[in-house]
């Protein structure tokens, strides 16, 4: 049995991953954390009537049993999160995006030191996982390329997690490369998106959507697009699942689902 706790348990993410908690025989829901809750206990949630689950909302003030901690918080509070379940051997499964390569760096050093397992994954979708190493190998081919992400209007960051994920695999292959016309100029700033080594990434928020992908090559007289799409929240929970079963058996924080696939 593998205790979990899931902190970011009022959201759309966190609800859905206690949700996969409960419902998985093989794992026991030990504690919920969000930091601006008040309820104590995660039945007074309407959606978990029933539930006899203790909710904190300080995270110095968490104790637990819990050798796993699903994460789907905010960007600015996932680092310290992160840090304080490693600090505590409990080993992370954080799907929150924004960190900076630096907080990674240093979480990365951390669970190493700690000797504790955990998983930063920016996507947990097969597709997206396979969208990424698809768009890779393209990419040797095709050093011409545009990532278009779409996501519904209330995501934070953007670019996506996944997007920056896709362009830095892209460019570990990609020969390095000025796209378009060295003259263009933007007649609207930010038209042509964000700049990645050359790379041009752009997000779309429309509400209706929930997590989309495409990724744009072009070649003389050819082009090739990839795309993925997540219709609905569950589609993260197999790639959750499989982390949440296999995290404990490592003594290091790996980046990217695929490291655990
Ligand atoms: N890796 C993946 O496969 C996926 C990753 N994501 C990522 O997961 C994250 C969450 O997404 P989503 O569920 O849509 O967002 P939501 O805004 O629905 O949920 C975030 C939750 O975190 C809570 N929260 C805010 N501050 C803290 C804190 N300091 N500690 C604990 N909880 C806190 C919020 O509480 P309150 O409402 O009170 O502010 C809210 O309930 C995003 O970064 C998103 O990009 C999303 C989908 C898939
Ligand atoms: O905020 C979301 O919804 C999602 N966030 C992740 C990201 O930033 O890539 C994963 C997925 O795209 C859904």
Do not use: C
């Amino acid at each position: 049995m593998v205790k979990v706790i899931v902190a970011g348990y009022h959201g759309r993410m966190g609800s859905t991953a206690a949700q996969m908690v409960i419902d998985n025989a093989d794992f026991e829901l030990v504690g919920v954390f969000d930091a601006r809750g008040k309820d104590e206990n995660l039945g007074e949630d309407d959606q978990f009537k029933g539930q006899d689950v203790p909710a904190f909302h300080d995270l110095q003030a968490i104790k637990t049993d819990a050798t796993v901690w699903i994460d789907f918080t905010i960007p600015t509070a996932v680092y310290e999160n992160a840090k304080f379940a490693i600090n505590h051997g409990i080993s992370p499964v954080i799907g929150t995006t924004g960190m900076t390569d630096a907080q990674v760096a240093d979480l990365q050093k951390l669970a190493k030191d700690k000797q504790v397992g955990g998983l930063i994954a920016p996507n947990f979708g097969i597709s997206a996982v396979l969208l990424m190493q698809f768009a890779q190998q393209a990419a040797k081919y095709f050093p011409d390329v545009e990532i278009i992400e779409m996501h519904h209007a209330d995501k934070i960051d953007s670019p996506s997690g996944t997007a920056i994920s896709t362009a830095k695999k892209i460019a570990e292959v990609r020969k390095p490369k000025e796209q378009g016309n060295p003259d263009a100029t933007e007649t609207l700033p930010g038209a042509r998106g964000a700049e990645y080594e050359g790379m041009r990434i752009h997000a779309v928020r429309l509400p209706g959507l929930v997590a989309h992908e495409e990724v744009m090559f072009g070649g003389p007289g050819e082009g090739l697009t990839i795309r993925q799409d997540s219709y609905d929240r569950i589609s993260f929970m197999t790639g959750v699942k499989v982390a949440v079963e296999k995290v404990n058996q490592y003594h290091e924080l790996f980046v990217g689902l695929e490291h655990l696939l």
